[in-house]
């Protein structure tokens, strides 16, 4: 029997994705579970597995088509009486998913492991009527269609009155495009029609002069732009440095590395000594792992560091989960991993969520002092300078040391300048207490 392939949900906040590579050709059989497509989101690069098994007879949507949630991108020929990926046992994969992750109220986290069938299910079923915002939030709008009403000046409270046609009733990018065409039109249909004239040149684009080339944002790109800006507009940030004298840890490092490097297979970076002094911060001092909500502070159990990783068209933050319960070598060893897959476009959906601190590392492009911003929902994002030679005074002599600075951007709402120091004080505390040797290792 036919049956549509719809675009799931593929991420919390996650409305719309772009078709990038189909893996299957009309006419070809597909199994359940195979990948189908490539999808571009504005998180990650997935594959998306075919819900249903049969054969493919028709592509719905291009390669390099942004469409929202729900859109049916393909067409399948299943067997008689098969039952769809979207039944309540068939849905389910046969390996063991991954141990799905505690998540609070009101938010959704879907798995990697967690089949695109299962997901449209959850979209599709009848669901009770949004919630409304409370009194004063404002309404509930995605970044894509807030940023969109933004651009054209339309106000938030007028695109929420909008016939949304998303899921649960949720206003799409196209809804507003749709009422912004037609608001256009609207004023044209009672003007006369002016006199045929010479033809005049399209202007173009606001701002876009002569000469001027305008490179189209990528997914990343625009995700990154977005939540940066929703940062800088709900977040009041304020900052604190500390400079850290990183010799011991340096001189260590140079003469180890290499021998490091043969027993563990992977390089030990100074980003591993970073996350491992953080996480020690964080446990020490609670309320820097937290969120802010309307009705209170939310205090994280898990301690899962995020690690901005530098791409071409963009920054990504993979996710050390549970970095608490691991060693150096096992920090190590997932920072290569991640590192990796980022680069390779691989990271799954996993990888790039949950995260309650993040460290972004723009020493290794040269820079000795930076004031990075919040990510959404965390409280604080701790950024790593270059570490650099320079003449310090100990003990009442000039010597020449190795330096960095730390600075931390944090949630003012959330905690104040005092913790903000103590915090980046007992990094710079453990970092500088390095004495080397396997028991120093071992016990870091």
């Known amino acids: 029997?036919?049956?549509?392939?719809?675009?799931?949900?593929?991420?919390?906040?996650?409305?719309?994705?772009?078709?990038?590579?189909?893996?299957?050709?009309?006419?070809?059989?597909?199994?359940?579970?195979?990948?189908?497509?490539?999808?571009?989101?504005?998180?990650?690069?997935?594959?998306?597995?075919?819900?249903?098994?049969?054969?493919?007879?028709?592509?719905?949507?291009?390669?390099?088509?942004?469409?929202?949630?729900?859109?049916?991108?393909?067409?399948?020929?299943?067997?008689?009486?098969?039952?769809?990926?979207?039944?309540?046992?068939?849905?389910?994969?046969?390996?063991?998913?991954?141990?799905?992750?505690?998540?609070?109220?009101?938010?959704?986290?879907?798995?990697?492991?967690?089949?695109?069938?299962?997901?449209?299910?959850?979209?599709?079923?009848?669901?009770?009527?949004?919630?409304?915002?409370?009194?004063?939030?404002?309404?509930?709008?995605?970044?894509?269609?807030?940023?969109?009403a933004e651009e054209h000046g339309l106000p938030l409270d007028e695109v929420a009155t909008l016939h949304g046609t998303g899921a649960g009733g949720r206003v799409t990018k196209e809804d507003v495009l749709k009422y912004l065409e037609g608001r256009k039109e609207a004023p044209a249909a009672v003007r006369p029609a002016p006199a045929p004239g010479p033809a005049v040149p399209a202007a173009p684009a606001a701002g876009v002069r002569p000469g001027d080339e305008v490179v189209k944002l990528t997914p990343l790109r625009r995700s990154v732009a977005q939540r940066m800006a929703q940062s800088k507009r709900d977040i009041p940030h304020a900052y604190g440095v500390v400079e850290v004298d990183m010799t011991a840890l340096v001189r260590w490092r140079d003469a180890h590395k290499d021998a490091w490097r043969a027993r563990e297979g992977v390089n030990v970076t100074y980003t591993a000594f970073f996350v491992r002094a953080v996480v020690e911060a964080l446990k020490a001092y609670p309320i820097v792992n937290s969120t802010w909500a309307d009705d209170g502070i939310i205090l994280r159990k898990a301690v899962s560091v995020g690690i901005g990783i530098a791409l071409d068209d963009g920054l990504i933050v993979a996710v050390i989960h549970d970095a608490d319960q691991k060693s150096l070598v096992g920090i190590a060893t997932d920072l290569d991993r991640l590192g990796r897959m980022a680069r390779d476009g691989k990271l799954t959906l996993d990888e790039v969520q949950g995260g309650t601190f993040t460290i972004t590392?723009?020493?290794?492009?040269?820079?000795?002092?930076?004031?990075?911003?919040?990510?959404?929902?965390?409280?604080?994002?701790?950024?790593?300078?270059?570490?650099?030679?320079?003449?310090?005074?100990?003990?009442?002599?000039?010597?020449?040391?190795?330096?960095?600075?730390?600075?931390?951007?944090?949630?003012?709402?959330?905690?104040?300048?005092?913790?903000?120091?103590?915090?980046?004080?007992?990094?710079?505390?453990?970092?500088?207490?390095?004495?080397?040797?396997?028991?120093?290792?071992?016990?870091?």
Do not use: C
């Not at 919040?374 to 994002?381: F, L």
């Not at 007992?426 to 207490?433: D, Q, S, T, V």
């Open 1 to 148: 029997m036919p049956v549509d392939v719809k675009l799931p949900q593929l991420g919390e906040s996650t409305y719309e994705g772009t078709i990038g590579k189909w893996l299957k050709k009309p006419g070809e059989k597909v199994e359940r579970f195979e990948p189908l497509v490539e999808i571009i989101t504005d998180k990650v690069n997935v594959e998306m597995p075919a819900p249903y098994g049969g054969t493919l007879t028709e592509i719905l949507v291009d390669e390099g088509a942004t469409i929202s949630v729900g859109t049916p991108i393909a067409r399948m020929e299943t067997a008689d009486g098969a039952q769809p990926a979207e039944g309540p046992e068939q849905g389910r994969r046969t390996e063991a998913p991954a141990q799905r992750r505690e998540t609070e109220p009101g938010t959704q986290d879907v798995p990697a492991s967690k089949t695109v069938a299962a997901v449209e299910k959850e979209r599709t079923a009848p669901a009770a009527a949004p919630a409304q915002p409370a009194k004063g939030d404002g309404p509930r709008l995605s970044p894509v269609v807030r940023k969109l």
């Open 361 to 444: 590392n723009p020493g290794v492009f040269g820079s000795i002092w930076s004031m990075p911003i919040i990510v959404p929902g965390q409280a604080a994002i701790l950024a790593t300078d270059a570490i650099v030679k320079r003449p310090v005074v100990r003990d009442d002599a000039i010597a020449i040391r190795d330096v960095m600075h730390l600075g931390l951007s944090f949630d003012h709402r959330i905690f104040d300048g005092a913790v903000a120091d103590q915090f980046l004080n007992r990094i710079k505390a453990r970092l500088e207490g390095f004495a080397g040797g396997d028991a120093a290792l071992t016990d870091f």
